[in-house]
């Protein structure tokens, strides 16, 4: 998890530096999560770390598609406003290079918004 005030522009390994990756095995489902709001992040990795193996953060739209395919997760969530690129198009590409992994994009839905869902 990251501690506040931490950056989560690059990816955390659980465990590692954000420098160097390292080969990727997984006990737990992996998941790497995309978002720009530490806060989200935090209450995210809070809930999903004790059933889930959470390895890597990143928290912008491209960053995943740089990170993920080295971290191989099983899971990418990703937040559908981030900066430089949003969840959907991130999602898509992310698809294409990881088939396998399951894509999730969220959205805090009316949060600086007219509701419209």
């Known amino acids: 998890m990251l501690a ?4 989560h522009s690059g990816v ?3 465990g590692g530096s954000s420098l160097g990756l390292q080969e990727v095995s997984h006990d737990q489902t992996a998941i790497v999560i995309g978002d720009d709001h530490l806060l989200v992040v ?9 059933e889930f193996e959470i390895v890597g ?7 995943p ?18 900066p430089l690129l949003n969840g959907i198009d991130a999602g898509r ?5 990881l088939a396998e992994s399951k ?6 839905c009316g949060i600086g918004h007219q509701p419209t869902c």
């Open 42 to 50: 935090e209450a995210t990795t809070k809930l999903l770390e004790p």
């Open 103 to 108: 894509i999730i994009v969220l959205t805090p």
């Open 12 to 14: 955390n390994r659980k």
């Open 4 to 7: 506040a005030g931490a950056s």
């Open 57 to 63: 953060i990143v928290g912008d739209g491209r960053s």
């Open 65 to 82: 598609l740089e990170k993920a395919p080295e971290l191989k997760p099983d899971i990418v969530i990703l937040d559908l406003g981030m």
């Open 93 to 97: 590409e992310l698809k294409k290079a």
